[in-house]
């Protein structure tokens, strides 16, 4: 009796403390969790906003006319406050129809002018939990080099709310749809295959190969749209910033934030590009494979 005591008594103590190995295990978990529910956050996003461009379920002229919601008020209304309601974007659209294009490009092109008021605030929200991944790595859950990290992140929310959230334009423009279809096609793609990873097995060979192949056209895409997007949001009153326009107030804080943003973007780019070319090398070209998490 006094032998079953002491043993459930040891056990009791054992455990009062959890293990490196279990802690490791119930993080690994968690990532897992956390990059699944990732890549189907941007599946949504993809799917939804491929729906809306190529209009299979009917509603694009619904939403087009119905006006976007922006992230903020979408979250308010989420919190069961009341949400600000934008004005139509269906004069854009017709704008945007005016373009020289093909026919049968000119409708999606133009239902591409609308994708913001059928997923923008879902952009917006799936985005900024992206901000649990600076989180991964300062815990050390994640190998990765935090301002890398912290600096890849942060360009993407300054995206989603210095940028689209503050320009009616940059909303109601096709390049925003390019820039979520891209940003869609990346993630899900990412995700996957750090998925993969942690569930401690070998990706399919294709996926690896997308892995480090498919930024040679999204992030063209991507980047492009993104740099547009910033452009456009400028102030058109004072496209050059300077003494009188700050005096006049032409210019505002965000302003010259997203004028650093198109300066800086060329660079960057180049950066990030080289940077997934030497990648690529290593791990298609012969080099040792590496291991994402």
Do not use: C
Not at 17 to 41: C, E
Not at 135 to 159: D, F, I, Y
Not at 161 to 166: I, K, S
Not at 269 to 279: D, P
């Amino acid at each position: 009796m006094s032998s079953k005591a002491t043993t459930r008594s040891s056990s009791s103590r054992g455990n009062s403390k959890t293990s490196p190995a279990a802690k490791n295990d119930l993080a690994n978990k968690y990532l897992i969790l956390y990059n699944v529910a990732s890549g189907l956050a941007w599946a949504y996003v993809l799917v939804f906003a491929l729906i809306h461009i190529t209009n299979i379920d009917g509603r694009a002229a619904q939403v087009a006319s119905s006006g976007p919601v922006t992230a903020s008020s979408y979250v308010g209304k989420l919190l069961s406050s009341s949400a600000s309601f934008l004005r139509s974007a269906s004069s854009v659209t017709k704008a945007h129809s005016r373009w020289w294009l093909p026919g049968f490009l000119q409708a999606p092109v133009a239902r591409m002018a609308t994708v913001y008021g059928r997923v923008g605030p879902q952009v917006a929200l799936v985005q900024s939990f992206a901000v649990l991944e600076v989180v991964h790595v300062a815990l050390g859950l994640v190998r990765s080099s935090l301002p890398t990290t912290a600096m890849q992140v942060t360009s993407r929310l300054l995206l989603v709310w210095a940028v689209v959230e503050q320009s009616a334009t940059a909303r109601a423009n096709p390049a925003f749809a390019s820039m979520i279809i891209a940003w869609s096609f990346s993630e899900i793609i990412r995700y996957s295959f750090y998925t993969f990873n942690l569930l401690g097995l070998q990706p399919p060979q294709w996926l690896v190969w997308i892995r480090y192949s498919a930024f040679y056209v999204l992030y063209p895409i991507g980047a492009g749209s993104e740099w547009f997007l910033t452009w456009i949001s400028l102030p058109n009153s004072s496209p050059i910033p300077g003494f009188r326009s700050w005096y006049q107030g032409a210019w505002g804080f965000l302003d010259y934030l997203r004028g650093i943003m198109v300066l800086v973007w060329a660079p960057a780019l180049y950066v990030l590009f080289t940077y997934m070319m030497g990648q690529r090398r290593k791990v298609l070209g012969g080099g040792r494979k590496l291991k994402d998490n």
